[in-house]
């Protein structure tokens, strides 16, 4: 049996006890539901209960308790059926659950039988039990409750029918049986980043890019509504809840909702949104609930507006949990190109302040470009953030650099120049093909508790995090590729760092302790032709100075 239907079962039994024992019975059957209670928890703990116990009978016992509480839920109680349903329970718990049988002296010894041999001529809990008068408030709330724990069953027509979603429930729920340390609370666990880096690709699909037909005379609206049936529906059932009438309306007064629904679904930067959103999220509620139960919360102004777009207030007037999340968590783009799009008014530098102006802790680390005469440049590395109170974009840091920044490979070149801009102890890198969910967020704080266990000798410098390609489903190769993914960067690298320690191969979305990295020459090598393959470098550097992997 598993382990949630064993913890089902003893909960079952547990309540169940708890409501007979409220039936007023004499002493003779009290102590009956108490010791088959007793005796079962000793089997479980045990492990032996499927050894002792028929599992097929349980389905006919849960049908006997949901008769006797519903039959004790109606304004007139029939005593005679009661007794009947009671007598009927006790033989199917204890004399056809069992896999041994128990002669009647074996029962007696046990306390699963009255010690009286007159009281085995007729019904056990005749003239037994008193029922609760109905002024009984408290008993027949509980009873009430018992009910509903009964009766609730999950069906399977309640499974949902998208596909990823099965998988991500799946994954989470599986995934929650693993070692892993404790999570800590959020004040007191390690700050991280997550760094991404991006050069030219789209930022937030266009209205003419998603109505516009390719060569094949499909447009890239049509092909996503086709590809994500099921949430196309749920999309605009949505739109309607919220005021939209026809269905052409999605390109007038929904347009920027229709956009990024379909920019989430595409390679495209403001996929961004999910996963700051999440780890937002995961982080204010985790604040939240360590708060409510150490105190932490008292008195402070719960003011939060998770719609960062439409939120005005500061940070100091946002709650403690805020900024306590804040203070853990950012996030940084390499927008290398953000500068020059800038400057020629292109609608990427809008739609890129447009996600800072959503998620507060976005940061874009781009390179700045300065002419100050025919042959001379002036180049500099440049974070920026939106200021909610400004209400503007507002430079943090301005490095200045001794030339061009593109010596190397791009990608490489691209996230060297911003990790200098994350803070914290880790920095995760993720790539603009990979995707974030809440029910994984929710388990960073238990991810970055690795760095402070030990493995051998040493602690780890680098958690390997299990690659999703989440676009693997837009084509035969896409998905082809992401097999690959899942075959090279999980399985087998799992295999080469432990127990063979020789995994070289770390990249996305794998954590780095950054200020390990930091001091001996960042995650990437950018140097051209020789290191094509930026994210093979940071294993290489971990084994030459002797860093110690873990693969979580």
Not at 88 to 107: D, G, I
Not at 250 to 270: E, F, H, M, P, V
Request: glycine share 6%; hydrophobic share 40%; net charge neutral.
């Amino acid at each position: 049996m598993s382990i949630g239907g064993v913890q089902s079962l003893k909960l079952m039994i547990a309540s169940n006890t708890c409501f007979l024992r409220s039936l007023n019975m004499v002493q003779t059957s009290i102590q009956l539901p108490q010791n088959f209670s007793m005796e079962v928890d000793s089997a479980i703990q045990n492990d032996q209960f499927t050894r002792a116990y028929k599992t097929t009978v349980l389905p006919q016992i849960h049908e006997q308790l949901i008769s006797l509480i519903e039959l004790l839920l109606m304004p007139n109680k029939e005593m005679g059926r009661v007794v009947d349903i009671l007598q009927a329970l006790y033989e199917c718990s204890v004399r056809e659950f069992p896999k041994v049988k128990r002669s009647m002296a074996q029962l007696r010894q046990e306390g699963l039988a009255p010690l009286n041999p007159s009281t085995d001529a007729g019904l056990l809990f005749e003239n037994a039990i008193q029922l609760p008068d109905a002024e009984d408030a408290f008993f027949y709330r509980q009873l009430r409750r018992l009910h509903t724990l009964l009766s609730s069953r999950d069906s399977m027509h309640n499974v949902p029918k998208n596909i990823e979603a099965r998988r991500r429930i799946a994954f989470f729920s599986n995934s929650l049986f693993m070692n892993m340390p404790r999570a800590p609370q959020v004040e007191k666990t390690m700050a991280f980043s997550v760094l991404t880096p991006y050069y030219d690709e789209e930022v937030l699909y266009g209205k003419e890019m998603l109505r516009s037909p390719n060569e094949d005379g499909v447009s890239t609206l049509f092909y996503l509504q086709k590809i994500y049936e099921d949430e196309w529906e749920n999309f605009m059932e949505r739109m309607h809840r919220e005021g939209m009438r026809d269905d052409n309306e999605i390109w007038n007064t929904k347009a920027r909702n229709l956009r990024l629904w379909a920019s989430y679904r595409g390679q495209t930067l403001s996929q961004i949104d999910i996963r700051q959103g999440s780890q937002e999220i995961a982080s204010l509620g985790s604040q939240k609930q360590n708060g409510s139960l150490n105190g932490l919360g008292s008195g402070m102004p719960n003011s939060q507006n998770l719609n960062r777009a439409s939120s005005t207030v500061s940070l100091l007037f946002k709650g403690h949990e805020f900024g306590s999340a804040m203070m853990k968590f950012t996030y940084v783009v390499a927008c290398q190109m953000y500068g020059f799009h800038k400057g020629k008014g292109d609608p990427r530098a809008e739609e890129i302040l447009y996600l800072m102006k959503n998620n507060e802790a976005l940061r874009v680390a781009y390179v700045d470009e300065i002419y100050l005469g025919r042959e001379e440049v002036e180049y500099y590395s440049v974070l920026v953030k939106y200021d909610q109170q400004l209400k503007k974009e507002v430079e943090i840091y301005r490095i200045k650099l001794p030339g061009t920044l593109k010596l190397g490979e791009g990608k490489p070149e691209n996230q060297n120049h911003a990790i200098i801009f994350t803070r914290g102890d880790a920095v995760q890198t993720i790539d603009m093909n990979q995707d974030n969910y809440f029910e994984e967020a929710l388990k960073m704080r238990n991810l970055l508790e690795e760095f402070k266990t030990t493995y051998g000798i040493r602690k780890p410098t680098i958690l390997g995090v299990r690659e999703n390609i989440f676009t693997g489903s837009v084509s035969s190769l896409a998905r082809f590729m992401s097999a690959q993914e899942m075959s090279f960067v999980t399985l087998g690298q799992r295999v080469l760092a432990n127990p063979l320690k020789v995994r070289m191969h770390y990249g996305h979305p794998d954590v780095f302790d950054r200020f390990w990295f930091l001091t001996r020459g960042g995650i990437s090598k950018a140097s051209r032709v020789i290191n094509i393959s930026e994210d093979i470098y940071a294993g290489i550097q971990l084994h030459v100075a002797w860093g110690q992997r873990d693969t979580s």
